[in-house]
């Protein structure tokens, strides 16, 4: 698990224990990527997506992209839709939320480990929601459009989606201004689920 709260980490390790599965707990996206390396891919990984200085999105992609068999779940009390959508979108198989009494991390576990896909009511209603909502004509984007999108969607800033694009800010806030506009939105994580939905993002 990724968990930079050490004291969360001690309480899931030891009720995961408990149930019989072995776990390792990481402080950061960093040394758990490092332990890929060294110890080989877990099959699964819970992590927390509010992973302070680091892009939590941009981890999982890096994570999957060494050992694309392993199933990450996002074990977070962020509840919002950037991070929801955001961490689906980065490979999320799964959305549990910290105060989910009626879901355990174990509970994730074992039905992650059945194939399933385990969310929070709460979660996964908002995911139908979202994904019931009608679809109109493909908006024709850009190249430069769809790249800033890719960019934030892999959870870059403005600012780090201008260095990596090699554009300047007020550049970026153009072209995400004319994507949301063709898209019919007005915040990443909506631009996000409809540039994906459409097929506009890999």
Do not use: N
């Not at 992209?65 to 799964?94: E, K, M, N």
């Not at 072209?175 to 993002?201: C, D, F, N, P």
Request: charged share 25%.
């Amino acid at each position: 698990m990724v968990e930079p709260d050490a004291s969360v980490r001690a309480v899931v390790v030891a009720a995961l224990s408990a149930c019989g599965i072995s776990a390792s707990a990481y402080a950061s996206a960093r040394s758990a990527l490092e332990a890929l390396e060294t110890s080989g891919p877990p099959r699964i990984v819970l992590f927390e997506l509010d992973v302070p200085g680091e892009s939590s999105f941009r981890a999982i992609r890096a994570m999957r992209a060494r050992s694309p068999d392993i199933v990450v779940i996002a074990h977070t009390r962020q509840d919002s839709d950037d991070w929801i959508f955001g961490g689906l979108v980065a490979g999320c198989v799964g959305y549990v939320l910290k105060d989910d009494a009626l879901l355990t991390p174990a509970d994730a576990i074992e039905i992650a480990a059945r194939g399933g896909a385990p969310m929070s009511d709460r979660v996964s209603r908002r995911v139908v929601t979202r994904l019931h909502a009608p679809l109109d004509d493909t908006p024709a984007l850009s190249a430069r459009e769809r790249s800033v999108l890719a960019a934030l969607a892999d959870g870059a800033s403005y600012e780090e989606a201008g260095t990596r694009l090699g554009i300047s800010l007020s550049t970026v806030r153009t072209h995400i201004q004319r994507a949301y506009s063709k898209l019919g939105v007005s915040t990443k994580s909506e631009a996000t689920m409809r540039a994906v939905r459409l097929g506009l993002l890999a």
